[in-house]
């Protein structure tokens, strides 16, 4: 039932969320960018869980507090970036050029 | 069941361990306690002896049993790969136990002369040490039981002859002389490595009974194999043995201390050639051309030798010249198949010629004493600082002519006989092949010269007026007992020496015959009619009578003038007193040319130029060139990187999809 649909959108999401990392200059907007693309996978997940067994379901609750973790270690990173750069602009931030 | 075994032969390996100890035990002494003269002087003296004493021993042994088959020890398996089987072990027969009475007589006496020699020389401890680790080598080498086993003492005894000849290393030119030996005696030992390979290629076996009892079978006698074997042999006992070309170290290494100059450079281990081919005899027997070349170069440097002897001021020159002479001697006269005459010279000669050393180390002693009481710089080895020393060192004076005697070969003393046995094989053989008389000649023109520069040897230093110097000669004494002891004792055994192989009796013949039995298929008998063979005789000590009497007649000791007065020396006296310019013409047209090869060809082209230019530096250019191109991918920018991560899993993902 509607899983053509479902997967439909969820890779669509995946891909918006692809192309925000790779367009995008703000961290904070790429790492919003990431938990797109983890969600997007979390819709794939529940969409075959209707044909798999239950598992995918649960795997989703992995997926949402390791996202959680995630997002608190990059806001955290990000916010120490900014106190030492006085930007979030990643193209400004290439230390290791070779 | 070989007869000796359980015997004393059992025991052989004493003979090389005692040395060594010795050397251990001085060479520590030598950093510890360098002043410990005393316990240097026991142990260094002691072991050597007890070696003398188990030598006796052994001998004794080999006598009562006469064994047929060569006794040999083999203590372990040392070089066991693939086909090669190579034992550690030592063969106890005739030949060896010859050797081996001979090396560790004349060691101890060389030994305890010494004593007095070195009694004042800082490096004493040193100097036994090295002297002790000498014998022991030379023993491996004289009882090694296969090739491998000798070349090791072959080499060892090379490594203790640059130590002792390098012995004051503070003095450049003493250092240089003990390099040159060794890196001569390398060319040699290039030969002695191919005929072992090539012995082992054809016959597979290295041990001397198998190889020996393999040859008459498994090489074509005559055949090009046997003779390259034979050459490349013969091409080691050229160096070790100082023969042309290969001769210039032996004079240079007269740098070193004289006792060293008798045991290394005069009786022991530059006969170890002589003593090569007599243990090689087979191969040699099976190629008549390389026994030609033996011969052939042993009669040219026994001639060569004795014309640059004429000429030389330097009593140690003289004798080094002459060593090189009688070597050559020896090799004519395993040249010409009489292996026993050649050994019997090499025992003789080791006599005679220690004598003649130790005699020379005394005077030599003894003059530099007086110098150094005079605080004067005058040369100490110039026979032209001599004369008339026979007043003030009466027995060295004796001993030394007894030894004259025997190098000019006037009967009955020991160098007569075994001079003569070996010019008169070399006739015998001249009887077929007149290429041998040609040797013999050249021996018989050699042992003219040989009494002549004996005799002018000990006529300038002996007698005549003294010229040493007026405040010098008080201190002219005889040198002490234990210098004056082992004159004596040589002296008796060279008056003796001769009985070992008297003319017919032919003793050592007869005892080395289980070892050459199997060479007599090949050579022809010596034999010579009665009456030729005293002809030859008389003859022989009539050369060495008139060589004697000319010296006596036309040099005048009371004309001689030191060596600052002396005149210019023109035309061939000139070049002989140069040398020949050998060591020129080596310098010119061997080392320069070797020397600009490897600077310019090697160093400057091939290291400098291609390993350092396209292999150190060109790597490193490489390595940073391909890092530079790298280091372009790595922009700092994240989005980069994402790009790259995009397209790796997208890569990842279309190959698992596949």
Redesign the interface.
């Given at each position: 039932m509607l899983l053509g649909p479902s997967l439909a959108v969820s890779a669509i999401l995946f891909s918006i969320g692809v192309m925000g990392v790779l367009l995008r200059r703000n961290a904070i907007v790429i790492l919003m960018c990431i938990e797109l693309m983890l969600n997007a996978v979390n819709l794939t997940f529940v969409a075959l869980s209707q044909q798999l067994g239950l598992d995918g379901q649960v795997f989703v609750f992995f997926v949402m507090t390791v996202a959680a973790a995630e997002a608190a270690v990059g806001l955290a990173i990000i916010i120490a970036l900014y106190r030492h750069r006085d930007t979030v602009n990643l193209q400004r931030i290439n230390l290791l050029r070779g | 069941m070989n007869p000796l075994a359980g015997t004393a032969a059992d025991w052989v390996g004493l003979a090389i361990l005692l040395p060594f100890a010795g050397f251990l035990a001085n060479g520590a002494l030598a950093f510890l306690k360098p002043k410990a003269k005393r316990t240097v002087s026991v142990i260094g003296v002691g072991s050597v002896v007890a070696a003398f004493v188990v030598a006796v021993a052994v001998f004794l042994a080999v006598r009562a049993a006469h064994p047929a088959a060569p006794y040999v020890q083999t203590f372990w398996s040392w070089i066991p790969v693939g086909d090669l089987s190579v034992n550690a072990g030592l063969q106890v027969d005739q030949l060896s136990v010859v050797m081996l009475l001979v090396v560790t007589g004349v060691s101890s006496l060389i030994h305890l002369f010494s004593v007095g020699y070195m009694h004042d020389d800082p490096g004493y401890a040193r100097y036994f040490a090295y002297l002790n680790l000498f014998v022991a080598f030379m023993l491996v080498l004289v009882l090694g039981a296969s090739f491998p086993v000798m070349f090791i003492g072959w080499e060892g005894v090379g490594l203790c002859s640059y130590l002792l000849i390098g012995f004051w290393f503070e003095e450049k030119e003493k250092a240089d002389a003990g390099l040159k030996a060794f890196l001569v005696n390398r060319i040699g030992d290039v030969g002695f490595l191919i005929a072992m390979f090539l012995i082992f290629t054809h016959l597979g076996t290295l041990d001397f009974r198998e190889t020996f009892a393999r040859a008459p079978q498994g090489l074509a006698a005559g055949g090009g194999t046997v003779t390259a074997i034979a050459l490349f042999l013969f091409m080691a006992c050229v160096g070790k043995s100082a023969q042309i070309p290969l001769y210039v170290w032996l004079p240079d290494a007269m740098a070193g201390p004289t006792p060293v100059s008798a045991l290394i450079h005069a009786a022991t281990m530059v006969t170890a050639g002589v003593y090569l081919v007599a243990r090689a005899n087979i191969l040699f027997a099976m190629a008549p051309v390389a026994s030609a070349v033996v011969a052939g170069v042993g009669a040219l440097t026994a001639l060569f030798a004795a014309t640059i002897g004429l000429k030389q001021w330097d009593i140690k020159k003289v004798l080094a010249y002459s060593t090189i002479s009688q070597l050559g001697y020896m090799f004519v006269g395993v040249g010409v198949g009489a292996y026993a005459s050649g050994m019997f010279h090499l025992v003789t000669h080791a006599f005679f010629k220690a004598l003649l050393f130790l005699g020379a180390g005394s005077v030599i002693h003894v003059m530099h004493q007086a110098y150094h009481h005079t605080h004067r710089q005058a040369d100490a080895q110039d026979m032209r600082n001599m004369g008339g020393l026979a007043a003030y060192m009466p027995w060295t004076a004796r001993t030394m002519w007894v030894a004259t005697l025997a190098i000019a070969g006037i009967p009955p003393l020991a160098g007569f006989f075994s001079k003569d046995g070996i010019l008169g094989a070399a006739f015998a053989r001249g009887q077929g092949q007149p290429f041998y008389l040609l040797v013999w000649l050249l021996g018989i023109v050699a042992a003219f010269l040989t009494a002549f520069y004996m005799g002018r040897l000990m006529l300038y230093t002996f007698h005549g007026p003294n010229r040493t110097g007026d405040l010098e000669r008080p201190y002219l004494t005889e040198a002490p007992w234990v210098m004056t002891a082992p004159l004596i004792v040589l002296a008796a055994l060279t008056i003796v020496g001769g009985a070992l192989n008297l003319p017919h009796v032919e003793t050592l013949r007869h005892w080395l015959e289980p070892l050459t039995a199997q060479s007599a298929a090949f050579v022809p008998d010596l034999a010579l009619s009665g009456g030729v063979e005293i002809g030859l005789m008389v003859g022989a000590a009539l050369i060495g009578i008139a060589g004697l009497w000319l010296a006596g007649r036309i040099l005048k000791p009371e004309a001689l003038l030191p060596p600052e007065r002396a005149p210019q020396e023109t035309g061939f006296a000139k070049l002989l007193l140069e040398k020949y310019r050998v060591d020129e013409f080596y310098r010119r047209f061997i080392i320069e040319p070797l020397v600009w090869f490897a600077r310019v060809v090697l160093w400057k082209g091939v290291d400098a130029g291609l390993i350092d230019t396209a292999g150190v530096n060109g790597s490193a250019a490489l390595a940073r060139g391909l890092g530079w191109i790298?280091?372009?991918?790595?922009?700092?920018?994240?989005?980069t990187y994402?790009?790259f991560f995009?397209i790796g899993a997208v890569a990842v993902l279309a190959a698992l999809l596949k």
């Amino acid at each position: 039932m509607l899983l053509g649909p479902s997967l439909a959108v969820s890779a669509i999401l995946f891909s918006i969320g692809v192309m925000g990392v790779l367009l995008r200059r703000n961290a904070i907007v790429i790492l919003m960018c990431i938990e797109l693309m983890l969600n997007a996978v979390n819709l794939t997940f529940v969409a075959l869980s209707q044909q798999l067994g239950l598992d995918g379901q649960v795997f989703v609750f992995f997926v949402m507090t390791v996202a959680a973790a995630e997002a608190a270690v990059g806001l955290a990173i990000i916010i120490a970036l900014y106190r030492h750069r006085d930007t979030v602009n990643l193209q400004r931030i290439n230390l290791l050029r070779g | 069941m070989n007869p000796l075994a359980g015997t004393a032969a059992d025991w052989v390996g004493l003979a090389i361990l005692l040395p060594f100890a010795g050397f251990l035990a001085n060479g520590a002494l030598a950093f510890l306690k360098p002043k410990a003269k005393r316990t240097v002087s026991v142990i260094g003296v002691g072991s050597v002896v007890a070696a003398f004493v188990v030598a006796v021993a052994v001998f004794l042994a080999v006598r009562a049993a006469h064994p047929a088959a060569p006794y040999v020890q083999t203590f372990w398996s040392w070089i066991p790969v693939g086909d090669l089987s190579v034992n550690a072990g030592l063969q106890v027969d005739q030949l060896s136990v010859v050797m081996l009475l001979v090396v560790t007589g004349v060691s101890s006496l060389i030994h305890l002369f010494s004593v007095g020699y070195m009694h004042d020389d800082p490096g004493y401890a040193r100097y036994f040490a090295y002297l002790n680790l000498f014998v022991a080598f030379m023993l491996v080498l004289v009882l090694g039981a296969s090739f491998p086993v000798m070349f090791i003492g072959w080499e060892g005894v090379g490594l203790c002859s640059y130590l002792l000849i390098g012995f004051w290393f503070e003095e450049k030119e003493k250092a240089d002389a003990g390099l040159k030996a060794f890196l001569v005696n390398r060319i040699g030992d290039v030969g002695f490595l191919i005929a072992m390979f090539l012995i082992f290629t054809h016959l597979g076996t290295l041990d001397f009974r198998e190889t020996f009892a393999r040859a008459p079978q498994g090489l074509a006698a005559g055949g090009g194999t046997v003779t390259a074997i034979a050459l490349f042999l013969f091409m080691a006992c050229v160096g070790k043995s100082a023969q042309i070309p290969l001769y210039v170290w032996l004079p240079d290494a007269m740098a070193g201390p004289t006792p060293v100059s008798a045991l290394i450079h005069a009786a022991t281990m530059v006969t170890a050639g002589v003593y090569l081919v007599a243990r090689a005899n087979i191969l040699f027997a099976m190629a008549p051309v390389a026994s030609a070349v033996v011969a052939g170069v042993g009669a040219l440097t026994a001639l060569f030798a004795a014309t640059i002897g004429l000429k030389q001021w330097d009593i140690k020159k003289v004798l080094a010249y002459s060593t090189i002479s009688q070597l050559g001697y020896m090799f004519v006269g395993v040249g010409v198949g009489a292996y026993a005459s050649g050994m019997f010279h090499l025992v003789t000669h080791a006599f005679f010629k220690a004598l003649l050393f130790l005699g020379a180390g005394s005077v030599i002693h003894v003059m530099h004493q007086a110098y150094h009481h005079t605080h004067r710089q005058a040369d100490a080895q110039d026979m032209r600082n001599m004369g008339g020393l026979a007043a003030y060192m009466p027995w060295t004076a004796r001993t030394m002519w007894v030894a004259t005697l025997a190098i000019a070969g006037i009967p009955p003393l020991a160098g007569f006989f075994s001079k003569d046995g070996i010019l008169g094989a070399a006739f015998a053989r001249g009887q077929g092949q007149p290429f041998y008389l040609l040797v013999w000649l050249l021996g018989i023109v050699a042992a003219f010269l040989t009494a002549f520069y004996m005799g002018r040897l000990m006529l300038y230093t002996f007698h005549g007026p003294n010229r040493t110097g007026d405040l010098e000669r008080p201190y002219l004494t005889e040198a002490p007992w234990v210098m004056t002891a082992p004159l004596i004792v040589l002296a008796a055994l060279t008056i003796v020496g001769g009985a070992l192989n008297l003319p017919h009796v032919e003793t050592l013949r007869h005892w080395l015959e289980p070892l050459t039995a199997q060479s007599a298929a090949f050579v022809p008998d010596l034999a010579l009619s009665g009456g030729v063979e005293i002809g030859l005789m008389v003859g022989a000590a009539l050369i060495g009578i008139a060589g004697l009497w000319l010296a006596g007649r036309i040099l005048k000791p009371e004309a001689l003038l030191p060596p600052e007065r002396a005149p210019q020396e023109t035309g061939f006296a000139k070049l002989l007193l140069e040398k020949y310019r050998v060591d020129e013409f080596y310098r010119r047209f061997i080392i320069e040319p070797l020397v600009w090869f490897a600077r310019v060809v090697l160093w400057k082209g091939v290291d400098a130029g291609l390993i350092d230019t396209a292999g150190v530096n060109g790597s490193a250019a490489l390595a940073r060139g391909l890092g530079w191109i790298g280091s372009r991918i790595e922009s700092g920018q994240v989005g980069t990187y994402v790009v790259f991560f995009l397209i790796g899993a997208v890569a990842v993902l279309a190959a698992l999809l596949k």
